[in-house]
């Protein structure tokens, strides 16, 4: 059964550092890889999407890297802002035919200015 | 925007009662599922449409538990004789096919 961790489970940094999250899964037979944030009260924002193809994908100060063969992947987040503060999430697909998403528990990160 | 959207946002039930949460999906994904998130957690599968046809069902936690998708558009959740451990916040997403998934702001249902 495939397993998804993240760590850590919290992370306070001052405004403007670069930060990085981390996601590991115990299967390394994944299909996609998925990054998601979520804000108190609110549902899932897709952040990232990495097939199990690619080795990595940006967009804007976001970039989602991805190691099948170690089961590992990092987002990666530049100059970080206050509105950055949320929980982020990672998930992965297992395979294309069943495209459930298990996911980490998440990294709750909190930018002070 | 369409974007998936959930209703209602938020229903309270006492132990016992039975509920409906609908989702209505991105106007033509054909793929639709539905994820449990308890308190601190990550959100848990519970199962999953394509079309009208329901594929996997292995997250429903009982038999109290009951999702359909008649016309391979709008999805019901029900649950039976709510139980406490019933609260969480219940998730819908919706994809096309093998691509990114994209979810609603949730229903969280409270069990007294």
């Known amino acids: 059964k495939q397993e998804v961790t993240q760590i850590p489970a919290a992370l306070s940094v001052p405004e403007g550092e670069n930060l990085v999250l981390n996601c590991s899964f115990t299967?390394?037979?994944?299909?996609?890889l998925q990054w998601f944030r979520q804000d108190p009260g609110k549902g899932l924002t897709s952040l990232l999407l990495?097939?199990?193809?690619?080795r990595e994908q940006t967009s804007g100060r976001l970039n989602a890297s991805l190691d099948k063969s170690s089961g590992r992947s990092t987002l990666y987040i530049a100059a970080s802002q206050p509105g950055d503060s949320a929980t982020y999430l990672c998930?992965?697909?297992?395979?294309?035919?069943?495209?459930?998403?298990?996911f980490g528990t998440g990294t709750r990160l909190t930018i002070i200015p | 925007g369409a974007g998936v959207s959930q209703s209602p946002r938020y229903k309270v039930a006492k132990r016992g009662q039975d509920v409906a949460l609908r989702c209505d999906p991105i106007?033509?994904?054909?793929?639709l599922f539905w994820y449990q998130q308890a308190l601190g957690q990550g959100p848990e599968f519970l199962t999953y449409?394509?079309?009208?046809?329901?594929?996997?069902k292995s997250g429903l936690p009982s038999d109290r538990f009951f999702a359909e998708r008649p016309e391979g558009s709008v999805s019901t959740l029900k649950i039976q004789r709510t139980q406490q451990e019933d609260s969480a916040v219940y998730l819908c997403?919706?994809?096309?096919?093998?691509?990114?998934?994209?979810f609603g702001p949730g229903t969280r249902l409270t069990v007294l």
């Open positions: 998930a992965v697909y297992q395979n294309f035919g069943n495209e459930k998403l298990t």
């Open positions: 299967d390394s037979a994944i299909y996609n």
């Open positions: 990495i097939q199990s193809s690619q």
């Open positions: 106007s033509g994904h054909v793929s």
């Open positions: 449409f394509q079309n009208e046809a329901q594929l996997d």
């Open positions: 997403a919706s994809c096309r096919g093998g691509h990114e998934q994209f």
